[in-house]
Nanobody
Framework: QVQLVESGGGLVQAGGSLRVSCAAS????????MGWFRQAPGQEREFVAA????????AYADSVKGRCTITRDNNKNTLYLQMNSLRPEDTAVYYC?????????????????????WGQGTQVTVSS
């Protein structure tokens, strides 16, 4: 079983950048496809980005495409989300999640239901 801890959230002005991280422990990150989700107050948790086990395949929500980049460093057991050109509507708690399904190379999931393990989240606030 893997434990996930997010960090790097904070307050940033619109147009700014932020990188959030997700450190894994208990098991190698390389055994999981990974994803980032976010949840704003009063809204459901929504998909942001996903990446396969090797880092070679990625997917993004339309709302962040071109502005966010998901990467992973399996040697450091860490997942990242680089966010640029931030907007007030990006304000949310950002969660990383691990999917233990062995779908082989290039597999990742965009559905929240596919993920087995979640971090506690990190708050990102974008001021206008």
């Amino acid at each position: 079983q893997v434990q996930l801890v997010e960090s790097g959230g904070g307050l940033v002005q619109a147009g700014g950048s932020l990188r959030v991280s997700c450190a894994a422990s208990g098991r190698s990150l390389s055994t999981y496809a990974m994803g980032w989700f976010r949840q704003a107050p009063g809204q459901e948790r929504e998909f942001v980005a996903a990446i396969d086990r090797s880092g070679g395949s990625t997917a993004y929500a339309d709302s962040v495409k071109g502005r966010c980049t998901i990467t992973r460093d399996n040697n450091k057991n860490t997942l990242y989300l680089q966010m640029n050109s931030l907007r007030p509507e990006d304000t949310a708690v950002y969660y990383c999640a691990a999917d233990s399904y062995n779908g082989g190379n290039y597999y990742y999931a965009t559905s929240r239901a596919q993920y087995d393990y979640w971090g506690q989240g990190t708050q990102v606030t974008v001021s206008s």
